[in-house]
């Protein structure tokens, strides 16, 4: 019996464009991803059969059979490459589910590193990042890591040179957010008015480029924020809490429910999230610090 461990970085979206919804059904996106120190680990085992089970925080909102994306992951791998066996899938969450921060691409990405090692098949990083864009468009980026900006669905990357470390509190909500709904009230809040082409923010680069905080936490912005806020009013409050207690940014990462808070450093970060549980705006908080590298395996047995 041989296993692989693998752990992958969940992700925040500094800026997030969005294009007009085109015919075939997608929306043109320019963002620039961090990834950040919160992980989800995941440990493929040798089976004859195609099987997940999930620890940890809200895993009874994961589904085990075959929608879960790991899985799909890990069927997608196999029938690439010609594998008949099956795999069971261990995953340990650390990224809120549905929580705009990519728990499921991380664990989507997870698989595909793990299976490509528990199997043998030798694929090089790039045709990994092939399957990983068929999976979903947070997928590319969990493999990637670091800092990078996507264009297309979000899967077609470029990285980004970041200076420094930066230092982040997500407040968190029980109940999760779906992406599609966010999309659908984005398309009834913006419709025709959005481009048909987005951009990234040349400030928000610059600041990266020059390791600054204060004028990275000025830049940050998400066009898909007016929509998670019509379906989440109560988000709100949340996002002012975190500007009182001296944010340098504050956003709804992806599309939410999760607001990331950009701090001066890690005592001012653990000060913001207090500040949320004390006012109540939040159901936990989470401290962490991007970038991170993308999906690596951690242990062969």
């Known amino acids: 019996m041989r296993s692989v461990r693998v752990r992958a970085p969940g992700k925040v979206n500094l800026s997030l464009a969005v294009g007009r919804r085109q015919p075939d059904g997608y929306h043109p996106l320019a963002t620039v991803f961090q990834a950040v120190s919160v992980h989800e680990e995941l440990v493929a085992t040798a089976a004859d059969d195609w099987t997940v089970e999930v620890s940890g925080p809200q895993a009874e909102l994961v589904p ?42 991380a664990d989507a990405a997870s698989a595909l590193l793990a299976c490509d090692a528990l199997w043998g ?18 997928v590319p980026f969990a493999l990637h890591g670091q800092t990078a900006v996507g264009r297309g669905r979000g899967h077609l990357l470029s990285p980004v040179l970041a200076r420094g ?14 992406t599609a709904r966010v ?3 984005f398309d009834e809040v913006v419709g025709q008015g959005a481009d048909d082409e987005p951009d ?42 975190a500007e009182d207690a001296g944010a340098l940014g504050v956003v709804v990462s992806g599309s939410g429910p999760t607001v990331a808070a950009l701090a001066m450093d890690r005592q001012h970060a653990h000060a913001i999230g207090r500040a949320m549980l004390d006012a109540g705006v939040v159901d936990g908080v ?8 993308g999906a690596r395996i951690i242990t062969e047995a």
Not at 123 to 137: D, N, V
């Open 121 to 138: 098949t030798g694929l090089a990083r790039g045709e990994l990042a092939e399957l990983a864009a068929m999976l979903g468009s947070d």
């Open 200 to 241: 990234v923010d040349a400030a928000l680069l610059r600041a990266l480029r020059a390791g600054d905080a204060a004028a990275l936490g000025a830049a940050l912005s998400n066009d898909l924020q007016p929509a998670t806020l019509e379906l989440a009013p109560e988000l709100v409050e949340t996002l002012a809490v």
């Open 64 to 105: 085990l059979d075959d929608t879960n994306l790991a899985l799909r992951a890990a069927r997608v791998l196999a029938e690439a490459v010609g594998v008949p066996g099956g795999v069971h899938l261990r995953i340990v969450k650390g990224v809120p589910v549905a929580g705009g921060m990519a728990g499921g691409s």
């Open 286 to 293: 989470l401290q962490a610090s991007g970038p991170v590298p």
């Open 183 to 185: 999309y659908g009230m």
């Open 165 to 178: 470390q930066y230092h982040w509190t997500f407040g968190l909500q029980d109940t999760g957010l779906s």
